[in-house]
């Protein structure tokens, strides 16, 4: 089983506004408003692979209700815990003719100590020994980088393998839990290895630093825009390059 958390759901919003400026007046077309966050949408890329999962973690009582409907009629189970307060919005404004995207994220609501203790009996109650338990996206407001790092520990001491897709401090700090897997991109790699930006320029110096955590994490997968990504481990390093032919060529690991 899978079991994704989301601590910082969202609602995205995606919005067409031909010619944007800032400043102006428009007439807006609505392309598509979804529940949504990290988590949560990669949940729903299990779906459509049929993989089950449990979609975990926080929403903003009022669209509560509106995640357990998106996902009705799969193989899903919604365990999102229900707080005070609303869920931020993620509007995208799309400029069709100057090709542009500008983004706008809220602020929403507020992660009690409490709610954190519900998280943790929630995963107690609803995961086994070797599920993969795989933590998303932003930190809302209440939950520090530190706690953020206590709840993985705690995860991992419940027997479940615990994999990782943040940023910041927040990524950081959740090295000193032992994940089985992380996903930083190149920037957040730079940032957790000390290097500059000049010296991950490669791929082979991608999996230097990469490997240089290897005692802190079981795997990482570092994606890298344009040229792909590349997963690191004990037992190897693989480049999956952005080509339409999908080829994958595997890295000498030695």
Known sequence: ??????????????????????????????????????????????????VDSVVGGFVGADEASNFASSFSGTTARVRLIAVPGHTRRDTTLIDPIAHTDTHIRESGY???PEH??????ELRS????DDLVVFCGSLPPGISPGAFADLLTYTHELGCKVAVDTSGDALRKSLAAHPFLMKPNRVELETLTASSRHALDSVPAVVAAGRSLLNAVQMLVVSLGKDGAVLIARAGVWHATCELARTFARINSS
């Open 1 to 50: 089983m899978i079991y994704t958390v989301t601590l910082n759901t969202a609602v995205d919003r995606t919005i067409e506004v031909p010619d944007f400026r800032i400043g102006g007046v428009y007439s807006g077309r609505t392309v598509c408003e979804q529940p949504a966050g990290k988590g949560v949408n990669l949940s729903r890329c299990l779906v459509a692979l049929k």
């Open 110 to 112: 507020v992660v009690a």
């Open 116 to 121: 954190l203790d519900r998280l943790r009996v």
């Open 126 to 129: 609803n995961t086994r020994s």
